[in-house]
């Protein structure tokens, strides 16, 4: 599992998150407008530098989204495959091919960018972005969704486990999504009322003390990496 | 080190257990994200049950929350938290192949929230009229599909109709059967308890 923060001390982990989250979205806008093969060959150079950087294992973390595989390849498939003779053309496949493996540069840059941020750093930066209360409640919520994960993913199991033990799998298909929902959102409801009331006993306010971003001359290059990137993409 | 001498703000007992609820939603549907289950008739398509929340989320929680749900789902998994199928998170995964069905259930939840109670008050899910749930759930079905072939053939470079063909068609069977359970779910005690 690549996919979460590890601790570390490299420049990507120094930078301050909202650097980080421009490179990321300058990296998305560049590729897509460059995607060509010089255009793509240029960005992963830039990629290979940037989890070089961020000590990313390439080959770890491509690993890790192959649950993708078949959409990837599916789209230039489907594309280049013609009904009758002669079943498949090259050249029409070509473009969703590049538009593939864009998709892995960009996957890369994002388990960069997840590898060397905290999520409570996330938080802030969220909170930064979009002001007032909606930033609050996103931004708070996101480091909810991150405590109930786990114990959801385990209320969840139990229920798959029990209907297992029952013979749930001789279910129809309708049967066992509606066992899975009637169970899940009993807990659902449990839970959240449970969590209400701890937040209400602990002042869940609209204006809490958060750690303070401040930026260094480290992010100095980062950005100008990113407007570089930003005007390559609008040539 | 400055010193903050605003008092502290309180939010109000409703909006946090609506703000509860959401966050409680937007896990449910991460903690469904890696489990899959496999269908009789396409034993190659694997299911997960995001979608089956999203519908939950819209007839349970309506518009306004149902959204911030969903866009608490998005904004984790954007910042690195395990969410999406397969466990999978990043910036990378929502310009990805499958990021337009991911923008699409923010909206979709909304949508059925919205047909399903209109704009103003909440109506107990167990007294909406089926019709008009099913209205709803197909109204949902149809905006999480359109943003999922629209992102599928704009990331993918490829034509609206292969993309539909690819990511749509072999999934509708099972959004069928979905609806079917959310609305079964709808008339159940699960609800009516609240």
């Known amino acids: 599992m690549n996919l979460r923060y590890v601790a570390g001390d490299t420049y990507v982990h120094r930078l301050d998150p909202r650097s980080k989250l421009f490179v990321q979205a300058a990296v998305a806008v560049a590729a897509f407008a460059h995607t ?5 060959a240029a960005l992963t150079a830039f990629v290979g530098g940037v989890c070089r950087l961020a000590a990313t294992p390439v080959t770890a973390s491509l690993r890790s989204y192959r649950a993708f ?8 498939l489907v594309e280049g495959a013609t009904v009758g003779a002669p079943w498949f053309v090259v050249a ?8 593939s493996y864009r998709v892995l540069l960009l996957l890369l840059v994002s388990t960069a960018y997840i590898r060397t941020t905290r999520v ?20 708070a919520g996101v480091g909810f969704v991150l405590r109930f994960l786990p114990v959801l993913r385990d209320d969840l199991a139990t229920v798959r486990a029990a209907m297992h033990a029952r013979l749930g799998a001789e279910r129809t298909l309708r049967e066992r999504i509606r066992l899975i929902g009637v169970t899940g959102l ?48 609008a040539v | 080190m400055t010193t903050a001498t605003d008092s502290v703000e309180l939010v109000g007992e409703e909006a946090t257990g609506n703000v509860a609820r959401a966050v409680l939603f937007a896990a449910a549907t991460s903690a469904t994200a890696p489990v899959d289950m496999v269908h009789p008739l396409a034993p190659n398509v694997p299911i997960t049950l995001q979608t089956l929340w ?24 954007l910042v690195g938290l395990p969410v999406f199928a397969g466990g999978n998170a990043g910036l990378g995964v929502v310009l990805g192949p499958t990021g337009g069905f991911l ?19 909440l109506t107990a899910p167990d007294a909406i009229p089926v019709p008009r749930l099913v209205l709803a759930l197909v109204a949902g079905t149809a905006v999480v599909y359109a943003a999922g072939a629209v992102g599928y053939a704009l990331v993918q470079a490829i034509g609206l109709v292969a993309a539909v063909s690819a990511v749509v068609v072999p999934f509708l069977p099972v959004a069928g059967l979905k609806i079917a359970a959310t609305v079964a779910i709808a008339r159940s005690d699960a609800i009516v308890a609240r």
Do not use: K
Not at chain 1, 120 to 139: M, N
Not at chain 1, 195 to 210: G, K
Not at chain 2, 103 to 121: K, R, S, Y
């Open chain 2, 103 to 121: 923008i699409g259930f923010p909206l979709a939840a909304m949508t059925v929230g919205a047909v399903a109670h209109g704009l103003d008050g």
């Open chain 1, 186 to 233: 009993r807990r659902v409801f449990r839970r959240a009322d449970r969590f209400a009331l701890a937040l209400q006993a602990r002042c869940f306010a609209w204006n809490p003390t958060l750690p303070v971003l401040s930026p260094t001359w480290r992010d100095g290059p980062a950005l100008l990496v990113a407007v570089a990137l930003l005007a390559w993409a």
């Open chain 1, 120 to 139: 409570r750093e996330s938080r802030v930066a969220i909170q930064w972005l979009l002001p007032g209360r909606i930033g609050v409640v996103l931004g």
């Open chain 1, 92 to 99: 029409d496949a070509v473009t969703p091919a590049l538009a």
């Open chain 1, 36 to 40: 060509t093969p010089a255009g793509l």
């Open chain 1, 69 to 76: 595989l078949p959409f990837l390849v599916a789209g230039p």
């Open chain 2, 54 to 77: 999203v519908y939950l989320a819209g007839v349970v929680l309506g518009p306004l929350w149902a959204g911030v749900a969903f866009t608490l789902y998005l904004l984790a998994g």
